[in-house]
């Protein structure tokens, strides 16, 4: 993480060394505008959605869920997209909370439907959420087409930090608090993943808990959403490996899924910015094709044995 750090502060566009973005002056405020917010950006947005993945997992009790397969990011993207052309004047604060809100609602009415499915079919749930956010996405757009706002939409649904600035990506400081409200929970989660009936026979309030919940993703995905854009396999692709090699314990595991999807959206993004240096191909591509073969590889290999 260190490496990818010190690697993502020295490449952009301007061909400034390390020492010189340390010493001050113009390359100085060159790392304090452009390359350390965008750097942050890039480990506060992988973070909170690994975060929001597991999350999202363990309450659809399904490892192949997450916000951008279950039609929340879709849902976010619906609800700034009602906000601009509704109220185009309003402020970000209240662009969120309509995003939120939306994504909220979006995930809620996914939980909704997947409760009438087959427990013995689990591949029903993600086919299902693929639908259910291929058809908001199909409003969303035709609704963005209609009003010439199609770039716009583009830009919300693939993740890139090329624009992020001081002053550009704080919220996301927002995301990460709520991944860190998360692990207060992370006792709670872990037993509302063994069911309802199991988790309510345990004690738990588990429409309580299903609450918090929805509002982290929804939160944690309005906000990466109207930062930088959707990331697509990062709650799906990071949680499953972690759970791989470190089990189902929330408590335990969620500081680990965190510093991982922060590191691979980092790599991912500092990857983009080499492969056809000085020109970009965005994180949320990189890592679409990468997390795409990573998951295949999740979905066929074997776990190792444990003597």
């Known amino acids: 993480m260190v490496g990818l750090i010190l690697g993502s502060l020295a490449t952009g566009a301007a061909n400034v060394s390390l020492v010189e973005l340390f010493q001050g002056g113009n390359s100085g405020e060159l790392l304090i505008v452009s390359r350390l917010p965008r750097t942050l950006a890039a480990i506060l947005a992988g973070s909170s959605l690994a975060v929001a993945g597991v999350i999202m997992q363990m309450l659809v009790r399904n490892r192949f869920v997450e916000p951008a397969t279950t039609g929340t990011a879709e849902c976010a993207a619906l609800g700034l997209l009602a906000m601009l052309l509704l109220a185009p004047e309003a402020s970000v604060f209240t662009k969120m909370a309509m995003s939120s809100a939306a994504a909220f609602g979006g995930t809620a009415l996914f939980l909704a439907l997947v409760q009438k499915l087959p427990p013995t079919q689990p591949l029903l749930v993600p086919l299902t959420g693929i639908v259910y956010g291929g058809v908001v996405a199909a409003i969303t757009a035709f609704i963005a087409y ?127 910015r080499l492969i056809r240096y000085p020109y970009e191909v965005p994180a949320g591509t990189v890592f679409g094709v990468l997390g795409a073969g990573v998951f295949l590889w999740l979905l066929f290999a074997r776990p190792a044995r444990r003597g």
């Open 146 to 272: 209609e009003y010439d706002l199609l770039q716009y939409l583009s830009i919300w649904m693939n993740g890139e930090f090329s624009g992020v600035l001081q002053g550009r990506y704080e919220l996301l400081w927002a995301s990460g608090a709520v991944a860190l409200i998360a692990y207060l929970f992370a006792d709670q989660f872990t037993v509302a993943g063994f069911g309802k009936d199991a988790a309510i026979g345990l004690g738990l309030n588990y429409r309580a808990v299903l609450i918090a919940g929805l509002s982290i993703v929804a939160l944690i995905t309005s906000f990466t959403v109207l930062t930088v854009g959707m990331l697509p396999f990062v709650g799906l692709v990071v949680p499953n490996i972690v759970s791989r090699y470190r089990g189902d314990n929330a408590r335990a595991t969620l500081p680990l899924v965190a510093l991982t999807g922060g590191f691979f959206v980092l790599a991912s993004d500092l990857f983009g």
